[in-house]
């Protein structure tokens, strides 16, 4: 298999086990969002990244909306579902971090809906693969950018949900995941 079949290979898996059956009418307007000719505007909202070189790499290589929204909004359900349950409190925590972030209205609707189901280790596993896939085609510092990206509004979600008495604190099982989920950028 090419390099390139190998990254579609990983971007198919992520999907399939991000988007579920009943999202499907959002999936089709968010893919409705990116054309070739919007891909970096479309990703710019999806995910603020202020890098103008990764967001010119992002756009080259082809990615879409969907796949870069469930690359981008993953940590942000994975991290939250690390306890293995999410009260009331804690998804509207995540959900207001979330639109703090500048989640735009779409991927809100998408992470509304994921946070009513816990994922299965499947998700995970896709979204490092894809991860280290999508590694595979940056430069260290183009990386390292969208790794803080992605990383630092998981974190802020994290702190959000994991609050208590007005404090911001990541519990263990959050912690662990977030080390997980950085990993996957050095592989």
């Known amino acids: 298999m090419q390099h390139g079949d190998a990254f579609r290979g990983r971007e198919r898996a992520l999907e399939e086990s991000f988007f579920y059956a009943h999202n499907q009418e959002l999936l089709e307007k968010l893919k409705e969002k990116v054309t070739a000719d919007n891909a970096k505007q479309a990703i710019r909202e999806i995910c603020p990244i202020e890098d103008e070189a990764v967001l010119d790499k992002l756009a080259a290589t082809g990615i879409g909306g969907e796949s870069f929204a469930a690359m981008s909004l993953a940590p942000l359900v994975l991290v939250a579902w690390a306890d293995g349950k999410i009260d009331e409190s804690e998804r509207r925590a995540v959900m207001s971090a979330a639109r703090t972030e500048g989640v735009d209205a779409i991927c809100l609707e998408l992470l509304d809906d994921w946070l009513s189901e816990q994922p299965g280790p499947v998700l995970k596993e896709a979204w490092i693969g894809y991860v280290g896939a999508l590694a595979e085609q940056l430069s260290p510092n183009e990386l ?44």
């Open 144 to 187: 390292r950018s969208l790794r803080s990206s992605v990383m630092d509004r998981a974190e802020k979600v994290a702190k959000a949900a994991g609050g208590t008495l007005g404090l911001n604190r990541i519990s263990n099982s959050e912690q662990a995941m977030l080390k997980d989920l950085k990993a996957a950028f050095n592989s």
